[in-house]
């Protein structure tokens, strides 16, 4: 060897001594702290031990010495609970993935969050760690604590798999049986339960949780019995919820073997699951109340179960049905029987819930739907029930008592059997007179011919017969109304209402074909026999005197308007002035006069008040008592300036001083019926009377020089102007329609104020209005009500006013009406007018206006029923409207006294509606029921009642039929938006409310 080699051998070996003494030095002082530390660790100072193994690993240079470190660091900050302390330990085996303590980093974090109770932090950190690392008895606490974890988060089928692996071991077995076998029975796997409990039954820790889950047990395997002793037993040991339970299971345990009575007191101990009880729950307690025959508590515990749709349910209002029946709640037992029998969980339970169902359908009414639908529905489901007969025979008289006449109708047509025929026959007699209360006269007729083809029983025969001469009458056929009545008298008997009408009814077809003979011999005939009706004795005694007017009976007539001013029940004015014209045409003026004089004193607001000054007037002037004439005359101009006599009697008072040779006194009157009444027939009179005078005076050209100023064609023009108007008025009386209208329209174009302006444009419009072309006819009826008043103006009024209703043109209509209504001389023409402005103001919503005409309708005796009814309903609904809820209340009850058809049924339903804001809940319901009874087919109040029934039971505490009712009315209605809203918000609120202690029922946020 060199030396220098030898030199540099040496020189290795002492630096290489040097650093190994270094490197020795510098680790037995880390495995001092090291160990140091690890006593802090072990000692649970883990804080002071993290610090120390922080400082060795930030100095160590040694990787196994990082490894370890890193591993207490991050154990130690998963003990302190530090922030991301699990960052430390996915660190650690991200950093160190080959340590020997990666394994141990998991199940160790895994134990420490496993005691601590943090199970599902620990299933993370078990899921990472490596089983076959794991020494026998690691490995059972491994098994252990990750089936035990996933048991406390409901992974069952996890625990069972790692608790099966130790459930024979001697620290942890008896354990992951008892946690097994508790799966088992929350899985309702009894065997299994029962297997794994008996062998842990004498392990003193679970022997008071078994006591309950045997308990439990015992009852699920039908041991009702075992399961009563049991759990009598446990009571005194246990919690308040488990107490809650355990007497479930006794109730249910006495329930189930048929023993009610002692059922009871467990069962209402029950607490619920959460403080709440489910629909199963509320059954058997009240299934207990039933058979015991407690019907009320058995109701109290059935209509908890809200909207159920189950056999428990279905059962549940089957017995809520029979419950109600027992206590005569027949209202509410249908709708529990309605719900049963639309359920089909339990065919035989549904049967029998819709016989129930019919049946009190055809008792009471139905609200939902006709009662022949529901019976018919029945044995069209099942056609061999033992009560086929019993429900055919209500079948059949369903038809009438339902009022459904058209639903009943249909489901008759076709049907051949008598009994069907002569229930078809009825009901569309009454479904003809349904509609003539609506005054659907044309349509009403088909059904009352339908009626006579069938011609079955007599008496509906006869009625139908009269009850067509009612509509033909209405629609102005009168000539098939005679042959309907005379008819109806082939057939009826003496007692009928209609027979004690049909001569009056007669009277009328005749006297409106100008038969007066015909029509005064059926008048004298009703008024010889009819006793009950005052006013109508009235109405016939009027005619009977105008029919002898008109044939110049006059002697008779005097009789016969005598009788109607003794009954002073209408029209006495009427008669009164009849009867002094009367006595005029038979001679004796001196009684004319009297009668005259008496009546102008007698009737000062009657509206033929000026008719009797005029007749007056005319009187004194044939008698030439010209001075009381004249001032007869006057009195009428000055007290009725807007008459159509006015213009008349100044003729007639210039006419008397023409020929008392006062001729400037003549020609001031005449000249004033020109100026203030011009184009009118007097106007054209005074006109050519003042010629005359003119003449007589020399002075034709102040004459022409005074009618060429006034707004009239051409002096010249007359004879053209007369000879025209005469041509089309000839094809008017000659009832040639068309030509007439044509020859009309030609006059007023050539003469657009001709000297029979007014005249043509009345007939015309006449024409149009004849011919269903009221368009065109309402131009010329306003023409005539602008012009001067004259014999065509109330008429014109009334069909001018009748054709912006028509139009529902209220604003148009209301002014022209309350013309009509001042200036009318006919009293029907002054019901039409207070009539429709009570209810074109109403439409207009101003209900004070339309209150008052009401009332002025109200006031007149002659009005029928219909009118009544409308009056009152005007009053009702505007009181309504203005919140005037008294008002409202004592209206409909008016309204209920007369009304028909759908107004009738509006009454009602308002009935019911005063009746629960005056928290009369139980009449309101009665209301309800009625309204469902009578008046079916108006389906709309019908569903507006049914909400109302169910707000009162809500207020009655019936949650059931309260929303029974509502989800009915919401599948049932659909058409009508704003009930259903209404329903819907009810429904919602009650559903919320039961909510709180019905675990069953699912409410919508």
């Given amino acids: 060897m060199a030396r220098s080699n030898i030199v540099l051998f040496l020189l290795a070996i002492v630096v290489s001594t040097q650093m190994l003494a270094q490197r020795s030095a510098i680790y037995t002082n880390d495995q001092v702290e090291y160990l ?67 394994n141990s980093a998991y199940i160790d974090v895994a134990d420490f969050y496993f005691k601590g109770g943090k199970y599902a932090h620990a299933k993370k950190w078990y899921d990472r760690v490596d089983e076959r690392s794991l020494t026998p008895s690691e490995r059972d606490r491994y098994n252990f604590n990750k089936g035990y974890t996933a048991f406390v988060t409901k992974n069952y089928s996890n625990a069972k798999k790692y608790l099966s692996k130790v459930e024979d071991s001697g620290t942890y077995g008896a354990q992951a049986k008892y946690y097994i076998g508790y799966m088992a029975y929350q899985s309702d796997d009894i065997g299994q339960a029962n297997e794994y409990f008996d062998q842990v039954k004498n392990q003193e820790k679970y022997k008071e949780k078994m006591a309950y889950y045997k308990a439990d047990l015992n009852f699920k395997l039908g041991n009702f019995e075992q399961a009563i002793g049991l759990a009598k037993e446990q009571i005194p040991y246990s919690s308040r919820a488990e107490e809650s339970e355990l007497n479930k299971i006794i109730g249910e345990s006495y329930f189930n073997l048929g023993n009610y009575d002692e059922a009871i007191p467990y069962l209402t101990l029950y607490e619920g699951k959460r403080g709440k009880w489910n629909n199963t729950d509320y059954y058997q307690l009240g299934y207990a109340y039933y058979k015991q025959s407690d019907y009320d508590r058995a109701i109290s515990e059935f209509n908890k179960i809200i909207s159920g749709d189950n056999g428990v349910a279905q059962n549940a209002y089957y017995h809520l049905g029979e419950s109600y029946i027992q206590l005569n709640k027949k209202t509410e037992a249908l709708n529990a029987f309605r719900n049963a029998s639309q359920m089909d969980f339990v065919p035989q339970i549904q049967q029998d819930a819709w016989y129930n169902y019919a049946k009190i359908s055809y008792d009471i009414g139905n609200p939902y739907e006709s009662v022949p639908v529901v019976l018919s529905g029945f044995l069209t489901k099942y056609p061999e029930t033992a009560y086929r007969s019993e429900i055919e025979g209500l079948l059949v008289d369903s038809y009438i008592t339902s009022k459904n006449y058209q639903e009943a109708l249909r489901l008759l047509e076709g049907k051949k059997d008598a009994a069907s025929r002569e229930a078809y026959q009825k009901v569309a007699f009454y479904r003809g007179l349904e509609l003539v209360e609506e005054e659907n006269y044309t349509e009403a007729l088909v059904f009352f011919e339908n009626a006579l083809k069938e011609n079955i029983n007599q008496e509906y025969t006869a009625r139908a017969n009269f009850w067509k001469g009612e509509c033909n009458y209405n629609l102005g056929n009168y000539a098939e109304s005679v042959l309907d009545f005379k008819a109806f008298k082939q057939f009826a008997g003496s007692d009928s209402e209609e027979s004690k009408v049909v001569d009056y009814n007669l009277g009328y077809a005749y006297f409106k074909q100008k038969d007066y003979n015909q029509a005064t011999a059926h008048f004298s005939a009703f008024t010889q026999n009819y006793t009950e009706d005052q006013i109508k004795l009235n109405d016939a005694f009027l005619r009977l005197g105008d029919g002898y007017f008109v044939s110049s009976n006059y002697n008779k007539a005097i009789e016969a308007y005598d009788s109607a001013i003794k009954l002073n029940q209408i029209e006495s004015d009427y008669a009164a002035f009849q009867k002094a014209i009367s006595y005029g045409y038979v001679g004796n003026s001196n009684s004319k006069v009297s009668e005259l004089e008496h009546f102008i004193e007698a009737y000062p607001k009657s509206k033929l008040r000026d008719d009797a000054m005029y007749e007056l007037g005319n009187t004194y002037t044939k008698a030439n008592q010209n001075d009381r004439a004249v001032a007869m005359y006057n009195q009428l101009s000055t007290e009725y300036r807007m008459s159509s006599l006015t213009p008349k009697a100044m003729l007639r008072e210039g006419l008397i001083f023409y020929n008392d040779n006062q ?75 068309d030509e007439a209208i044509k020859l009309f329209n030609d006059y007023l174009n050539q003469f657009k104020t001709g000297l029979h302006a007014n005249q043509a444009h009345f007939y015309l419009a006449q024409l149009y209005y004849k011919k269903g072309l009221k368009l065109n006819a309402a131009p010329h009826y306003k023409y005539v009500v602008d012009a001067p008043r004259s014999e065509f103006s109330e008429e014109a009024l009334m069909r001018l006013a009748q054709s ?30 207070q009539s429709n402005l009570m209810k074109a103001n109403y439409q207009l919503s101003k209900y004070k206006s339309a209150v008052a005409y009401a009332e002025k309708v109200l006031a007149n ?69 009625r309204l469902a009874k009578d008046y079916s087919s108006y389906k709309y109040y019908s569903a507006k009642g049914l909400v109302i029934m169910a707000m009162n039971y809500k207020e009655l505490g019936d949650a059931y039929q309260a929303t029974y009712i509502l989800e009915s009315v919401i599948e049932n209605f659909k058409t009508f938006n704003d009930v259903v809203s209404e329903a819907q918000k009810q429904l919602t609120e009650i559903k919320k409310e039961q909510a709180k202690t019905n675990s069953s029922i699912q409410t919508q946020d």
């Avoid at 002075?699 to 100023?709: G, L, N, Q, S």
């Fill in 804 to 833: 912006y209703l028509d139009g529902k043109n209220w604003l148009d209509a209301v002014p022209v009406l309350e013309r009509l209504e001042a200036e009318a001389a006919f009293p029907q023409n002054v019901v039409f007018a």
């Fill in 663 to 737: 001729n400037q006194k003549a020609l001031e009157k005449f000249k004033t019926v020109v100026t203030n009444y011009p184009r009118t027939p007097e106007a054209l009179q005074a006109v050519s009377t003042a010629r005359l005078i003119y003449i007589d005076l020399g002075k034709v050209d102040e004459y022409a020089a005074w009618v060429k100023i006034q707004d009239y064609v051409d002096v010249s023009d007359a004879d053209l102007d007369n000879a025209t108007y005469e041509s089309a008025e000839k094809k008017y009386l000659d009832n040639n329609t």
């Fill in 861 to 929: 005796k002659t009005i029928d029923n219909k009118i009544k009814s409308d009056a009152y309903i005007i009053i009702a609904r505007s009181a309504f409207n203005s919140n005037d809820l008294v008002r409202a209340k004592e209206a409909y009850e008016d309204v209920s006294k007369v009304a028909t058809g759908e107004t009738a049924a509006e009454a009602l339903f308002y009935n019911a509606y005063f009746k629960h804001k005056d928290a009369d809940f139980e009449g309101s319901n009665e209301a309800v029921q």
């Fill in 36 to 102: 140091k530390a690890l006593s802090l660790y072990n000692s649970k100072q883990y804080l002071a031990a993290q610090n120390i193994f922080t400082s060795i690993q930030k100095q160590t240079k040694e990787e196994v010495m990082k490894s370890e470190c890193a591993y207490y660091i991050a154990s130690a900050a998963i003990r302190l609970n530090q922030i991301k302390a699990d960052d430390l330990v996915e660190h650690f085996v991200e950093e160190y993935p080959t340590s020997p303590k990666r």
